[in-house]
């Protein structure tokens, strides 16, 4: 006759088995234990927190700015330079950068020799390190590594190596724009050059004279009328060209000034360094669910076991 199986047999079974059961539970907790001090690595955490910086509070219009806007000057960047740094952070050429510097195929015991190395090494790279927004939206970096200093080490050659890059883009922009008023500055002073030598020319062909009159003009005569019109008109461009060959100047000094401003783009919150305990693995947690693996696994064998032998009973 066929046994009706239900929570009181189970609970029976179970009981019968319980000393196997707690057995096997308790030596799977000190194999863990054992496995977690003697064979599992330990990783301890580094990690930097920072802003990036508005870089407008390095611009030349910034710093020579003598007008009240009545505006708030925002000190710290907004998501947009958030998202820029976490693109660069997370970039591969920081990656490869920081793998080479700190000869992390060596450290991660990678041989060259067998196939797809430097993705197993990137794997490994990317298993350990992260690169996110917190949710006061500042930037976090953080790694896990086996070496507490080698770790601390990583994040803040990360987050120096991003604050290059980051500045790089805009002091490129910033050279390029500079480059460009010097070209204009040399054309310009060429202009004037022209006007001062067609002036000259004018002056000694035709006797024109010059003198000052009101304060802020000029007088030009001459016996030729129609020489000394051409000669104010050309007077009047080169005194524009001066002003514009000066504004040009000025700009360009500005400029010079702004791009030897050499200030980080990001504010250090929290810098890097040396963690003074381990991270993982939390060897309570891993004994705990390896025991709790173990009962569950038990029980389903226990119950297995027994089925399969009232089955051949049967039979």
Known sequence: MDKEFNLITALRIVLKWKKPILVLIIVSGIAAALFSVFVMDEYFLSSSTFYPSNQYVSDRSMIFNSQNTGGQIEYFGGKGDVNRILTIANSEPIIDYIIDSFKLVEHYKIDRTVAYWKTKVRKKFDKNYEAIKTEHDAVDISIFDTDPKLAAAIVNAVVEKVDEENKSHINETKKNLFNLISNQILEQQKNVNGYVDTLSMLATL???????????????????????????????????????????????????????????????VEKATPADRREKPVRSLVVLITMLFTAFVSLIGVLLIEQIRDLKAQL
Not at 213 to 229: H, L, M, N, S
Not at 249 to 263: F, R, W
């Open 206 to 268: 035709y006797k024109v004279k010059v003198s000052s009159g009101a304060p802020g003009t000029v007088i030009v005569e001459g016996t030729d009328v129609r020489a000394v019109q051409q000669y104010k008109a050309l007077l009047a461009k080169q005194e524009n060209a001066e002003k514009e060959l000066n504004n040009r100047i000025n700009i360009k000094e500005q400029m010079e000034v702004a791009m030897k401003s050499n200030t980080s783009s990001l504010f250090i």
